[in-house]
């Protein structure tokens, strides 16, 4: 017996232990799944993020899966005639939008690994959506002649000699300071012009003239072409995913030469994404080849886009500023340093005089908006803004909107802008919307279920870990405090197993008690009665299959029912 009793007593050791091991791994491996499971975490995030060539990402970053609009409006000017007349303001009637679908899409992709960046072009196709658009491409539109002003505004630094070149054969050709084309024209199709062709086809003035088009169009040769925007380069984020998609350089060069000192750096995002981890309060660059430079947007507010918060950068008055109220600003002047609200982009637009804003002058010095009629501004349809998810720095919504205006100007020695108001005049404007689709957001809002499930997992293993580690420990006190109490009671009524000599004896003595509890409970009770009451032979436990505990446990069960 003792023997058994021994091995038994091992065997539940051995398991207790088993057992206070396992609960110590557990518990500590919570402890450090807690500790870093967000650098795990991350770590996950950073190598599915990162560009390259067999990832998700990329496949999205090359080509966008969401359906791209771009949306054109044409100031169409209603008094042409009265230009010059200083009791009268250019009268702009606003025609669209104008809705094209655009296909984007990268090519000519070259990975540079030494320095984990990538080299590409953009490229995009229009097709114009008739449903979507307020108009057709046929409607005409009378509105400045850029291509007159942009010849007038080159040979104004020029000789005398040289400008009255330019002069006569503005005469010539019977150039006047407005023109009226269809909006297909206008816009992707182009029209020719003999100022066009005649500084084609007389190079008399040497470098000085840059004729980039043989047509004139403001999206004249964008339609399926990749040379107009010019060449990226963008960091992959192998390295850092802080640099994700941040521009390295553009052309080849990481300076565009075309503003001043920090002003003409090729630095924030190329479009397709943020840095992650942004704060409230802070700001994200948009490096827009449209206009050489990169557009600063500061924060604004925290808001939801299809169930998954972000937070949405505006591009203010200080995005616009040109050191009239950021000095900081003040090298985005270039030549020529006007109030507040447009930017000038003239070396960047083939030295004609080309300002850029946003729609009806949001944003802008009011000087700008007392030089015309036509215009009212307001903040849900012509701001620009991005809403930006901050863990990964991808944006939800995006609102890019611009306008392209003119400087008009009296230029000495051109007869036809001799007597002529000095004006900012708006052309055209654009917006760019895009919305994240439902799908990518569902992948979006994963991403901090997995945070909070990996950190519940880890409470839970280490909850677990401890309960096991204190299971063998409280037991072995739970039973202690049982045998104490069985203890007790063997003093007061009745031997404990442990006090008799032998099983033998053990069972005698329940045999006894069985009797006396059966005279006990019998319901004649007289004392002249006396029982019959023999000891009961107990049978071994070689002939029942029972221990001697059966015969413990009828003892205790016995005395039991004598105190009671």
């Known amino acids: 017996m003792p023997t058994q009793n021994s091995a038994l007593w091992r065997r539940r050791s051995n398991r207790g232990l088993f057992i206070g091991i396992f609960g110590f791994c557990l518990g500590l491996f919570g402890i450090l799944c807690g500790m870093f499971w967000e650098d795990i975490f991350n770590w ?13 990402v990329y496949e999205n970053w090359k080509t966008p899966p969401m359906e791209l609009h771009l949306d054109i409006y044409m100031y169409n000017w209603t008094n042409p005639e009265e230009f010059g007349n200083l009791s009268s303001k ?3 009637q606003q025609l669209g939008p104008y809705r094209f679908i655009d296909k984007p899409d990268k090519i000519d992709i070259v990975w540079h690994p ?24 046929d409607d005409e539109v009378t509105t400045l002649n850029a291509v007159t002003l942009s010849a007038a505004a080159t040979a104004k630094h020029w000789s005398s000699v040289k400008r009255g070149f330019v002069d006569t054969g503005l005469k010539i050709y019977d150039r006047e300071i407005s023109v009226t084309k269809t909006v297909d024209e206008m816009l992707f199709t182009g029209y020719s012009d003999p100022m066009i062709d005649a500084a084609i086809a007389l190079p008399i003035f040497g470098d000085e003239v840059k004729v980039p088009f043989d047509k004139f169009g403001w999206f004249y040769t964008r339609n399926g072409s990749a040379d107009l925007t010019g060449v990226f380069n963008v960091y992959t984020g192998a390295d850092d995913l802080t640099k994700l998609g941040q521009m390295h350089s553009w052309n080849y060069q990481t300076h565009t030469g075309y503003f001043e000192s920090y002003c003409g750096l090729t630095n924030g995002s190329a479009g397709e994404f943020q840095p992650p981890q942004l704060q409230p309060g802070g700001s994200v660059g948009l490096f827009t080849p449209d206009m050489c430079r990169t557009l600063r947007l500061d924060y604004e507010d925290t808001l939801e886009i299809e169930g998954v918060q972000g937070y949405k950068f505006t591009g203010g008055a200080r995005s616009v500023d040109n050191g009239t109220l950021y000095p900081e600003n003040l090298c985005f002047c270039g030549a020529k340093c006007v109030p507040s609200g447009v930017m000038n982009v003239t070396a960047c637009r083939f030295d004609s005089p080309v300002f850029m804003s946003y729609p009806h002058f949001y944003n802008a010095d009011q000087y700008y908006l007392d030089q015309v009629e036509g215009l009212q501004p307001n903040k849900e349809d012509h701001e620009f803004y991005m809403v930006v998810e901050p863990r990964t720095g991808i944006p939800l919504e995006v609102a890019a909107r611009f306008q392209v205006n003119m400087l008009v100007e009296p230029i000495e020695g051109i007869t036809l802008y001799t007597d002529v108001p000095r004006i900012f005049f708006p052309l055209i404007w654009f917006e760019q919307k895009v919305r994240i689709t439902p799908e990518l957001a569902d992948q979006l809002k994963m991403l901090p279920l997995v945070l909070l499930a990996g950190q519940i997992f880890a409470g839970v293993c280490l909850t677990i870990g401890l309960i096991l580690l204190c299971w063998t420990p409280a037991r072995h006190l739970l039973n202690s405090c049982r045998h104490r109490e069985y203890n007790v009671k063997a003093n007061g009524h009745h031997k404990s197993r442990s006090q008799f000599s032998s099983a033998e004896e053990l069972k005698s003595k329940a045999s006894t008690l069985v009797c006396e509890k059966s005279a006990r409970d019998s319901p004649d009770s007289s004392p002249l009665l006396v029982p019959n009451c023999k000891p009961v032979k107990l049978m071994t436990k070689s002939q029942t299959g029972d ?10 069960e016995t005395a039991d029912s004598k105190k009671d």
């Open 90 to 92: 250019p009268i702009l």
């Open 547 to 556: 221990s001697v505990a059966t015969a413990s446990t009828v003892i205790s």
């Open 44 to 56: 996950i995030k950073h190598k599915e993020m990162a560009l390259a060539p067999d990832t998700q």
């Open 114 to 137: 030494e320095n984990n960046s990538v080299t590409y072009r953009r490229r995009s196709l229009y097709y114009f959506d008739a449903a979507g658009s307020v108009g057709s491409l």
